[in-house]
């Protein structure tokens, strides 16, 4: 018989697993809240019709495709199965796809629902999407996003709360990062200063990969895609611009004088940099003119976090999109918005050995299981620590002391309470605590007490 397998890029988490993700997806949420944005969620499949050619020509191969259900091949005729075209076959038997992000479905969200939304509307989101990527370390087929996304509002002031928004989570997780900038329109005026305007995606795409590649695979990448010997020799040292975020900033309105855009992009940034200088934030905040995150959909800013104590791909990116509405018939809606890879901050915790150590177990508190008479006694008593936020449980047969006793251990349970004959005679119980072995004769109150402070 075949061993049970899951594909490739996928995971199952353990109980324990479970408590460290939701420790990361609870310290989000609360920082959303903070911020006043309210959640919503969207299906985990969307018609194809909506997610194709939102994310590139690379982002669209990756898309996990759904067959359409019943029997997809009636439709088809021998010649469409056999001409070899894959996409015009592809795109006969399905029709829905799994959602490869969760900014695209939130813009299809907006349409459909833009007359009962009060714009600007702030909203987040934590579901898993869908790629169908190479698995490698801290690269999954299927992981958690974590979003929160402000549309119907061009102020910038928007951007610096998100920033603000990226340096609290990473604060309460005790994780030191970097927090990377640049703007979309300051690479669209490079590339329109070194006479490659019509190129922009592809050196978009190409400088995006600088940091995993190097200079030099980036400019052979260029020249395939038809960037003249010529203006690859401008760009150099655009790219490696150096010196404080002002320096760079002050040579880059030098550089693109002529280019119109760029100096928007220019503006933009100077802006961000100026309001976040005012506020007191634990991270650093830096301009990074290599960062071009492939993903078409950005217009202004564009923003990617690295984590400084472990290596790994960035944790945290996000940007404004001026256009993506309107690619469902929604002109005007500007946008701007940032994901965190829950994945990724969950790899670097596990490294760091940064995780509290004290959420991973079921209980606060077993119940010894002695037999019916005890049993029929403790079950209001549960009720009873239950209603008042003791998480406690009884042990369901009235097995071998030390089974009970080693299940409360593998579970990481601190107490344990006996009530037996004496015990249920006098209303009080014995506590064990399962760390230092102390025990104790105890009131339900005492129990409330002890359990209640230790488990907090």
């Not at 329109?192 to 190129?199: L, Q, S, T």
């Not at 290599?290 to 790994?312: F, P, Q, S």
Request: aromatic fraction near 8%; glycine fraction near 8%; charged fraction near 25%.
């Amino acid at each position: 018989m075949q061993k049970p397998s899951i594909p490739k890029g996928t995971r199952d988490f353990s109980p324990e697993e479970m408590a460290r993700r939701n420790y990361i997806f609870d310290t989000i949420r609360e920082v959303y809240r903070l911020y006043g944005f309210r959640q919503i969620e969207t299906p985990a499949m969307e018609n194809l019709s909506t997610l194709m050619g939102k994310y590139g020509e690379e982002g669209d191969k990756l898309l996990f495709k759904i067959l359409n259900s019943g029997d997809f091949l009636s439709a088809m005729s021998h010649d469409d199965l056999t001409e070899g075209n894959a996409v015009k076959t592809a795109n006969k038997i399905s029709e829905k796809g799994l959602r490869y992000d969760l900014t695209v479905p939130f813009a299809r969200y907006v349409v459909m629902h833009r007359n009962e939304i009060t714009f600007p509307f702030k909203r987040f989101q934590i579901q898993p999407v869908w790629r169908a990527d190479r698995p490698q370390k801290g690269r999954y087929r299927e992981f958690f996003q974590c979003d929160a996304d402000i549309v119907g509002s061009d102020s910038l002031l928007n951007e610096v709360e998100l920033i603000q928004i990226m340096d609290e989570v990473f604060t309460r997780l005790d994780i030191c990062v970097q927090m990377k900038l640049n703007n979309r329109k300051i690479l669209a005026g490079i590339a329109e200063i070194i006479g490659e305007a019509d190129k922009i995606t592809d050196i978009t795409v190409a400088i995006d990969k600088l940091d995993k590649i190097g200079l030099e695979k980036v400019n052979e990448e260029l020249i395939a895609k038809g960037i003249s010997k010529e203006s690859l020799d401008k760009l150099q040292p655009i790219l490696l611009l150096s010196g404080t975020t002002e320096e760079k900033l002050a040579k880059l309105r030098e550089v693109l004088a002529e280019s119109e855009t760029g100096l928007k992009g220019i503006d933009e940034m100077s802006f961000i940099f100026e309001k976040a200088g005012k506020l007191t934030l634990k991270n650093e905040v830096t301009l990074d003119l290599t960062l071009a995150r492939g993903l078409n959909y950005y217009t202004g800013a564009i923003i990617e976090v690295k984590a400084l104590e472990v290596e790994i791909g960035s944790i945290t990116g996000g940007g404004r999109y001026d256009n993506l509405t309107g690619i469902f018939g929604l002109s005007g809606v500007s946008g701007v918005g940032i994901s965190f890879g829950a994945d990724r901050i969950y790899d670097v915790l596990n490294q760091l050995n940064r995780f509290p150590g004290d959420f991973t177990r079921a209980s606060d508190l077993l119940f010894v299981n002695f037999g019916e008479k005890e049993a029929d006694y403790l079950l209001p008593v549960i009720m009873q620590l239950r209603r008042a936020g003791i998480s406690c449980e009884l042990y369901p047969e009235a097995a071998k002391m030390k089974k009970q006793l080693s299940y409360a251990d593998s579970n990481h349970i601190p107490f344990v309470a006996l009530v037996g004959e004496n015990e249920m005679k006098e209303g009080n119980m014995t506590l064990k605590n399962m760390v230092t072995g102390e025990q104790q004769c105890v009131t339900l109150n005492e129990v409330l007490a002890i359990v209640g402070h230790q488990t907090k």
